[in-house]
């Protein structure tokens, strides 16, 4: 369907229509029909990276887990670069797909523009700075994990678990389970890595993380 809706769009380039204002309304649509990358594609046709910001902020995450990392780092490629500057949590979200595709050095400089965000923001409420925090000490806890440097990847994984709310359940559960991966590694049976066990097993089941619930 890519293909037809390419073909329209460039008859309506060619037509009177305010295309700009059509694209505008379509990916108010397809936001409003929980359908973000559509929502992403029309707001970046209508010129608006603002909007498409806010929509990569808030599904880029989640395309990447679904196997298009490459769509999404396409649509950083269309920003600006002060405008995901600007947004501490995009740049969050590049550093995690960056980390997906074997770039861990620029996956941790994008980590760093969201701090140094938090860092000219003082007055950030704690809720938020505790999420970001809890976001970037999980992406590097996969990155030290990747460089087979578990001890460094428990410790970011017990920070970044004990920042981050409940509702961050997909990235509650991967990092529970490197803790597991510790009481697998060293053999040390404590109440934390019962607890973890428990924790990772229920939430996969939450989540249908069946290959969780066997392991």
Known sequence: HHLFRDVLTQ?????NIDVTALFRRASDWYERHDKLDEA??????????????????ACGTTVGQTGRIQQALGWFNTLPEALVLSRP?????????????????AAEARMQDAENWLQSQPDTPIERVNIMRGRIAAIRSELARSKSDFVRCFTLARQALALLPASEVVTR????????LDFVLTGNVTLEAERR????VASARQSGNFVGQVN
Not at 40 to 57: K, M, Q, T
Not at 93 to 105: E, I, K, M
Not at 173 to 180: K, V, W
């Open 11 to 15: 008859r309506l380039h060619n037509s």
């Open 40 to 57: 992403v594609h029309f707001a970046l046709s209508a010129g608006d990276v603002e909007r498409a910001a806010a929509l990569i902020e």
């Open 89 to 105: 949590d995009l740049c969050i979200v590049h550093a995690g797909l960056l980390t997906h595709v074997s770039q861990p050095d």
């Open 173 to 180: 559960e991967r990092l529970s389970s490197y803790l597991l």
């Open 197 to 200: 066990q428990t924790e990772w």
